[in-house]
């Protein structure tokens, strides 16, 4: 089901299908070398069972982002569950093919817009890890403000914290 349109992407829910995309990028070391590493298909195939349900209960989750001139999955963009008195983490992971062209600051953008009208998001979050320049350039881009170093549980470390109120 398509959830979201922009210029040159459709943002649609994931489905278990979509396995052999996501390996191309929670699979691949370098697209997850600032996001906790690449994971084994029966840990991706969690993720996506993990995210499905996240959807059907809260209305948010990751979205599955769709190259409309191709077709081709490219990665996923949207919300993680909430950290640090944020409502829900903005993400975005895509196949390393497809970055520099500003796919992610184009999904990243929708998604922005579909938090201000989700009724439970007031604030929303995003940790980066502090050597991951272009993820810190997206949300720069997007308008997110800098809050400062906070501790990050999944990875163990002080990250750079921006947040926007929706
Ligand atoms: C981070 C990521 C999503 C960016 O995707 P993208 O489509 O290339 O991003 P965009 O093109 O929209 O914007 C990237 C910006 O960062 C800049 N940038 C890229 N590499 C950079 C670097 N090493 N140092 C400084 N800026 C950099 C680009 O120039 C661009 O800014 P500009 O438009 O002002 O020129 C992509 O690299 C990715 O999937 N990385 C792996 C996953 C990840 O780290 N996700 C973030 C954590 S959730």
Known sequence: MMVMETNRLALRL???GDIDD????????????FCGGAGTVDQELRSLRFYIDMYESSGISPFAVVQKDS?????????NPPNNGCDAELMY??????WGKGYATEAASACVAYALKHPK?????????????ASMRVLEKL???????QF????????PYYMMHC
């Open 14 to 16: 994931l489905n278990m």
């Open 22 to 33: 996501m390996m191309q990028v929670w699979g691949d070391n370098d697209v997850m070398e």
């Open 71 to 79: 077709g081709e999955l490219i990665g996923v963009c949207g919300f």
């Open 93 to 98: 992971h895509l196949k390393k093919a497809h």
């Open 121 to 133: 998001i007031r604030i929303l979050g995003a940790s980066v890890d502090p050597r991951n320049a």
């Open 143 to 149: 308008g997110f403000d800098y809050v400062g170093l």
């Open 152 to 159: 990050f549980a999944p990875t163990g470390q002080d990250e």
